[in-house]
């Protein structure tokens, strides 16, 4: 990570009024996991900690890079990264109907103080928050307090990157002790099941779904059908993702 970007990343991590964000759109579908097919808000921060797609050994490619791929992305361009406060959040969330509010990344719990002023508004406003995260941090108490579910997905050696970086074994405790934990693998190859299946078993995590990689409909549905029945055996469950079957790669769906 550049000087710029570990300053925007400090900065973004003292101020809890305010939080690096990516985007904000919907009301769409919840595209991914056990609320597939609900609808949902979507606020995208940026930032992450990993690069998934980087390394000889990965075998896909992070299909949100703007949120932390620096080289490639001018953080100061407001397109890319903005500056907006939790205030201003909650009244775009609010502005809607929309029960369900699903705060994503790039890694969202990076910015964990802001992250959690912001669950607690919305949380005291009536809705519903899920946390998509690469499982990697510990939520503070209080955020475990506010959120409906973690969508923890953890990831594999095809990710690319050290292991000691994609799997922090306190961190995947926490959360599946946290009680609101669902864990969500991204397979990209056979050899991924055979991994995941390792790491459930290592971590005793429960609430397992299985994804495929891909970002056409034909990809999504290709590797719904090759893990199937792998997936049946092993006592996965199987997510789709929605928004590629109905709009392809179409960005802010
Ligand atoms: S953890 Fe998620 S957002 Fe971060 S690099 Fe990997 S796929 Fe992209």
Redesign the pocket.
Known sequence: MNAGALHLLSSSVTDDRQLSVAETFGPTFQGEGPSTGRQALFIRLSR?N???GQGQLARWA?D?PE??DFKRFDPRDPAVSRRQSVESLTEWALAVPTRLIVIT???PMIQMSGLTRLARALHGAGREIEIET?GTFIPSGELVGYVRAFNVSP?LST?GGRASARIVPAALRALAESGKARFKFVISHPGDLVEAAELVERFALSEVWVMPEGVSSKAVLDGMREMAQEALRLGFNLSPRLHTLLWEDERGR
Do not use: F, I, V
């Open positions: 992450c990993l690069s998934c992070c949100t949120t932390w990344g790039g890694e690469n990831k990710a």
